[in-house]
């Protein structure tokens, strides 16, 4: 029985999520919240080993739907293997991507249909979803203008798609917040970082009794 709190981060590239990560990973040790951090697609070894498939700049010839159910394949195993176990410990999970981002860039961006890849979905995570995602929203070019600037990022196939590919996955994310008010925040990572984890703190600690 899940006793934990599922959070994931979505966002653009160069969105500023996995830092950001970071950050709330050290606002919860100070409040002595017991949790753990992940990420999507990987976050064990089999889900890391397709990651290297699916993110290959050599695999130009990829098609969409392989894609797709690569992401899902990924999801199901790194859901069991680390996400449901944490969750049934009471941890807070908080995932660098989750569900959203498949609907976002496979399902809108990529043309193959939001419900069509939420199908395909429902059998990867089985009822599991996201209590809480928070969506860094920021300009396409200028996320992009960010990861060019930090040579530490890797740069992997889908950093390479076009700018109007990455718009319309900012589009396809809009209309998740549509679809999922409740569960969907939007935060401004347009701003510094330290106002992004402000904005952040603020939405978290509805969820998250600190002292
Ligand atoms: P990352 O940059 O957040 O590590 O994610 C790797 C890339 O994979 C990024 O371009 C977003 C993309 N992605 C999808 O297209 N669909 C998915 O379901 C997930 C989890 C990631």
Redesign the pocket.
């Known amino acids: 029985m899940k006793k934990g709190l599922f959070i994931s981060l979505e966002?653009g590239?160069g969105s500023g999520?996995?830092s950001q990560i970071v950050a709330i990973s050290e606002y919860l040790k100070k409040h002595n919240i017991d949790h753990i951090i992940t990420?999507?697609?990987?976050g064990i070894s089999i889900s890391e080993q397709i990651?290297e498939v699916?993110?290959n700049k050599q695999n130009t010839t990829m098609d969409g739907r392989t894609?797709?159910l690569l992401?899902?394949a990924?999801?199901r195993q790194h859901l069991v293997e680390k996400v449901i176990p944490a969750l049934n410990e009471g941890k807070v999970v908080i995932s660098?991507?989750?569900?959203?981002?498949?609907?976002?860039?496979?399902g809108y961006?990529?043309g193959l249909g939001i419900d069509e890849v939420m199908e395909i979905n429902e059998f990867a995570i089985d009822g599991y979803m996201p209590d809480l995602t928070l969506f860094l929203d920021i300009d396409p070019q200028a996320g992009l203008d960010r990861i060019a600037k930090n040579s530490q990022r890797?740069v992997?196939?889908?950093?390479l798609?076009a700018l109007d590919f990455h718009n319309k996955?900012r589009e396809g994310y809009n209309i998740l917040l549509k679809n999922y008010p409740e569960r969907i925040k939007l935060i401004d990572a347009s701003k510094n970082f330290d106002e992004v984890f402000e904005e952040i703190k603020k939405v978290l600690d509805k969820y998250i009794r600190v002292n």
Do not use: C, H
């Not at 991507?97 to 496979?106: I, N």
């Not at 992997?156 to 950093?159: H, S, W």
């Open positions: 966002g590239e999520k996995t990420r999507e697609p990987g990651r699916i993110l894609e797709a992401y899902a990924a999801r660098d991507r989750f569900v959203d981002a498949s609907l976002a860039y496979q961006a990529r890797e992997n196939r889908l950093d798609e996955v």
